[in-house]
């Protein structure tokens, strides 16, 4: 997400994205810009790459 973020993808083209592939939220709900967001913030502050599926594809 970081990568595509970098780029200059919009959060609602990473969510296009994301729910076009069928990934879900760890939570498994479908994705949206605020959820994008927040994960990407969480992985901010985190520092580091987080197993579940959604990091792995992107």
């Given at each position: 997400?970081?990568?595509?973020?970098?780029?200059?993808?919009?959060?609602?083209?990473?969510?296009?994205?994301?729910?076009?592939?069928?990934?879900?939220?760890?939570?498994?709900?479908?994705?949206?810009?605020?959820?994008?967001?927040?994960?990407?913030?969480?992985l901010r502050k985190s520092n580091t790459q987080?197993?579940?599926?959604?990091?792995?594809?992107?």
């Open positions: 997400m970081r990568r595509h973020r970098a780029v200059g993808m919009t959060l609602r083209a990473i969510v296009a994205q994301l729910n076009g592939l069928g990934l879900r939220t760890p939570k498994g709900s479908q994705w949206y810009a605020g959820t994008v967001r927040k994960a990407m913030i969480t987080h197993s579940s599926s959604f990091c792995r594809a992107f």
